[in-house]
């Protein structure tokens, strides 16, 4: 996949749409994102995934920023070979806003 949704087009997208339809397209670009990397049973789990970087829509910093936005915790990505990155997050229920 060559063309990727990065975060200066979503920071473009939010300059440019009403701020009703920007925060629905934000909830489902993040949540496609989030999907990548979120436990599919149970998506407030902590977060440790690998992501074969070819094949998904989003660069890092997209994915890195929709487990922030669905999680309320911070969430590190490194390249960990080539075209493979791992993403770790406390995850949701460890967060602030979770239900520890």
Do not use: Q, S
């Amino acid at each position: 996949m060559d063309a990727k949704i990065t975060v200066e087009f979503l920071a473009k997208l939010e300059r440019t749409l009403d701020p009703k339809e920007w925060n629905l397209l934000e909830n489902v670009l993040l949540r496609k994102a989030f999907d990548l990397v979120c436990d599919p049973t149970d998506w407030r789990a902590p977060i440790a995934k690998d992501v074969e970087m070819a094949y998904v829509d989003f660069e890092p910093g997209v994915i890195t920023r929709a487990v922030a936005h669905m999680t309320a915790t911070l969430c590190n990505h490194r390249e960990v070979r080539p075209g493979v990155v791992r993403f770790e997050a406390e995850g949701y229920r460890m967060g602030p806003a979770g239900d520890h």
